[in-house]
């Protein structure tokens, strides 16, 4: 199976800076994207970042210039560098990895995968 695992959460003063890490395990040969959303209470989940395995980048326009989201191919693990953060965006974040392909077989998963979570809380 497919393990997303997330660490780099927790509670920052507004201006100031976090890191998330996501580290990706089991019968994996690549992924083609990795991504982070996050949902704050009461609204729906919402895409932040996105990279692909070609390093191209997608952000939500209230994180542009703020944030900023990375991978390493070899560790499988997936960065989001949150700078300037704001009050607004406390959220509990979450990984997602898409267009999984298997090791041996090279079946392409057909569903994403999801990481549990972990909070981020920006307030003085």
């Known amino acids: 199976q497919v393990q997303l695992v997330e660490s780099g959460g927790g509670l920052v003063q507004p201006g100031g800076s976090l890191r998330l890490s996501c580290a990706a395990s089991g019968n994996i040969f690549s992924i083609n994207t990795m991504g982070w959303y996050r949902q704050a209470s009461g609204k729906q989940r919402e895409l932040v970042a996105a990279?692909?395995?070609?390093?191209?980048?997608n952000y939500t326009d209230s994180v542009k210039g703020r944030f900023t989201i990375s991978r390493d191919l070899t560790k499988k693990t997936v960065y989001l560098q949150m700078n300037s953060l704001k009050p607004e965006d406390t959220a509990v974040y979450y990984c997602?990895?898409?267009?999984?392909?298997?090791?041996?077989?090279?079946?392409?998963?057909?569903?994403?995968?999801w990481g549990q979570g972990t909070q981020v809380t920006v307030s003085s």
């Open positions: 997602n990895a898409d267009g999984v392909r298997r090791r041996l077989s090279y079946i392409l998963d057909k569903d994403g995968y």
């Open positions: 990279i692909t395995d070609g390093g191209s980048t």
